[in-house]
Every structure is written in C-alpha cells, then in structure tokens.
C-alpha cells in the first residue's frame, strides 16, 4: 500500500536514510537505475547532497564524502526527534556517542550523527522544512530499519531510553528479535544474530527498501556493478535478499507480504 508522509514524525520513528559516498555520480546512476529513483539538489550540511525523488517524494538522501575520508560505506538510519540538542544529550547519558551535531542543515532542519554503546551509528533528524521521507509502500522507497548486533540485550535498553521505544522480544530459543514500537505501532527492530555479526561491521543498522520483484531487482543490482551477498529468499516478512552497491554499503531489498 502506497503512504504518503505530510507530517512530522513521532519521535523515535525513523524518517529518514542517507548514504555518504565517494562518487556521488556512479552512485546516483545505480539507485537511479535499480530504484527509479530522480535526483535534486540540497541541503547541503556536510558538502554536496542530493535527495532522491520518486514521483517527486523525497524517499532518501545521497552525499559526497571529502576525498580524504576513508569511511566504510553504510546506509544511516535517522530517528525523529523533536529537539535534536536535548536527545544529543541524553544520547551521551545512556552511554552512546554523538560525533556530528548537532547542528543545521539550512532550513530543512536540525541534525546529529550518533552511534550507540556497541558502536552502531544512526542519525537524528529535528524536522523543519524537510520533514523526511514522503513516500512508502512501492518500488525504490524504505521498508523497514533493523538494528543487526550480537545480541539484543546489551542495546535494547538504549533506544528505550532514548526514543521512549516500547520492546517487544519474540519469545524463542534460537531467535533473538526485539521490535521496537512507537504508540503501539512497530517502527524498527533489533536482531542479535550471535557469532554471525560479520566481524568488519559490527554492529550496524541495515536498510531495507522495497521492490516489486525480488529476484529481478537482485540481479539488476549484480548487472550494474554491485554484488549479492545473500540470494533471493523468504521469510516471513517477504522475499528479501541481501546487496551491496559499488561502493560497498549494504542493504537489503524486499518484496513485502502484501
């Protein structure tokens, strides 16, 4: 089902996904061709950004990295915050760090990149002008955001805190899944997934966007230069699969349960 976002979000929801890379041209060309997404310029709070379009609904941003940053590649999951200062700070209380900001971005709003105690980064965004993503539900647009850790013990109580998420842990043996909830409603997740965190990442929030096919858009990602790192498969949540851009940043792309 198509969503179309007018309004601000509660805090706590993730409104927002943006990736920094090295080259911003290349990179526009392969969302452009995998998504359908467009392109506009701005805001610019870190250097040259672009916000992607879909029917022209803003869904998700794109940024140039300065030449001399050697950062991994990573889709950044951004929360919603209704005064970005004030959760920098409880940020740092509960044990997180907050290495940008916060600070503004023109008039589209206010905002900070953080990470938590076991070192997953995400941002917050205080909305202004730009109040986030406009559009869900269809090809090329954010599905969902989950935090992947060792295990969700050590991290769930953080978000808690912070965003005033409401847990909910599947009750299993082999399976540790927390659901976070804002009023009731799931807006994200942690997965602890053990000894099968992948060593050069850690801990990390993963973006998932949807698509119309599955299998199609996977070996669309390959064909334009990225790679597959999980094949097709489904779950109970949809077919997803697991892809990397050219650059390298991770996400996952799924087929919902419709």
């Known amino acids: 089902m198509t969503e179309q976002a007018e309004t601000r979000r509660a805090p706590g929801t993730p409104c927002w996904v943006s990736l920094m890379v090295h080259g911003l041209g290349t990179t526009e060309d392969f969302y452009g061709a995998l998504f359908g997404w467009e392109f506009a310029p701005g805001p610019e709070p870190f250097g040259p950004y672009v916000r992607a379009l879909i029917d022209g609904k803003e869904v998700a941003g794109i940024g140039q990295l300065p030449p001399d940053h050697n950062l991994p ?19 740092r209380g509960c044990g997180g760090t907050v290495a940008v900001g916060p600070l503004d971005a023109g008039s589209a709003g206010r905002v900070a990149i953080c990470s938590d105690p076991v070192g997953a980064v995400f941002g917050i965004w205080q909305a202004a002008a730009h109040i986030g993503t406009r559009l869900t539900g269809v090809h090329g647009t954010p599905a969902w955001n989950e935090l992947v850790t ?22 299993s043996a082999d399976f540790d899944y927390l659901t976070l909830h804002v009023a009731g409603r799931p807006v994200a997740a942690v997965h602890g997934v053990g000894r099968a965190l992948p060593h050069d990442r850690g801990a990390h929030w993963m973006t998932y966007f949807e698509v119309d096919d599955t299998d199609a858009a996977a070996e669309l990602a390959a064909d334009l230069g990225g790679r597959v790192l999980r094949p097709p498969h489904e779950t109970a ?13 991770i996400f996952t792309i799924v087929r919902s349960e419709r």
Not at 152 to 165: D, N, W
Request: aromatic share 12%.
């Open 73 to 91: 590649m990573a889709w950044t999951t951004y929360f919603a915050t209704d005064d970005a200062d004030e959760t920098a700070e409880t940020i």
């Open 150 to 171: 060792r295990d969700t013990s050590t991290v769930g109580k953080f978000y808690q805190s912070v965003f005033g998420h409401e847990p909910e842990a599947v009750v």
């Open 237 to 249: 949540n949809g077919r997803l699969a697991v892809v990397a851009d050219p650059e390298g940043a």
